[in-house]
């Protein structure tokens, strides 16, 4: 079966210190993946998605940045954090290529930027 | 563009009563439709999802949703609303005029359950 990881779970860093947030899936090849940022009272916003090894799109303009080294890992990153980034990041997947296929999203990972 | 509203940012039930959750959506090709919740501090769960077949969807946790073309809804019920239902939900509609599987998500409701 397919499961999904996050790490770490929470998070608490300085203004203007750099940011990694990982995210991981098994038991499937060629996922497509997305990182979504949830602000208080503010619901789901895709910050990025990516369809493939190296292939990363953007939705938001902003100081952050994905990557997606290999297969079936994702990364979040930052080099410099504004209070404004604070917020719970969920990572997901679903497979590729079928529109009905729902998103499986990991448990998170709750972001505060002092 | 696909576009989802949630009426209601939170809804307020007592126990064993029913909870009824509404979703528009705007869409211009037949739609995927899908339920999430999200308990505190967690990632969305699934809880139904619409991809063309029956019209009444049927969920985990007793809870079912009916896609009506011609009011473009996807409502969310269940008939007696429990403790552990309280949670935040989110309606969300694939994004098929764009590349990437994308999902277009409401603003989300969130549940309370008064006993």
């Known amino acids: 079966s397919q499961t999904i990881h996050q790490w770490p779970a929470t998070l608490v860093q300085p203004v203007g210190s750099p940011l990694s947030l990982e995210c991981t899936v098994e038991g499937t090849s060629n996922p497509n993946l997305y990182w979504y940022r949830q602000a208080a009272g503010r619901g789901l916003q895709l910050l990025f998605y990516s369809v493939g090894i190296g292939q990363i799109s953007s939705e938001v303009p902003q100081n952050l940045s994905a990557s997606r080294p290999q297969d079936r890992q994702f990364i979040l990153s930052s080099k410099k954090l504004l209070l404004s980034d604070s917020g719970f990041y969920l990572c997901?997947?679903?497979?590729?290529?079928?529109?009905?296929?729902?998103?499986?999203f990991g448990p998170g990972t709750r972001l505060t930027v002092l | 563009a696909q576009s989802v509203t949630q009426l209601g940012s939170h809804v307020s039930v007592s126990e064993g009563a029913l909870v009824l959750l509404r979703c528009n959506y705007s869409s211009s090709v037949p739609p995927y439709l899908f339920w999430y919740v999200q308990y505190p501090n967690q990632g969305l769960q699934l809880l139904l999802k619409y991809t063309s077949a029956a019209t009444l969807v049927k969920g985990i946790n007793g809870f079912e949703a009916e896609f009506k073309k011609s009011e473009t809804s996807f409502h969310l019920t269940k008939p007696s609303a429990h403790m552990s239902d309280a949670a935040e939900y989110f309606c969300?509609?694939?994004?098929?005029?764009?590349?990437?599987?994308?999902?277009?998500f409401g603003a989300g409701t969130i549940l309370r359950v008064k006993s």
């Open positions: 969300a509609v694939s994004d098929m005029e764009e590349y990437g599987n994308k999902l277009v």
């Open positions: 997901a997947w679903t497979p590729t290529g079928q529109s009905y296929n729902e998103q499986f």
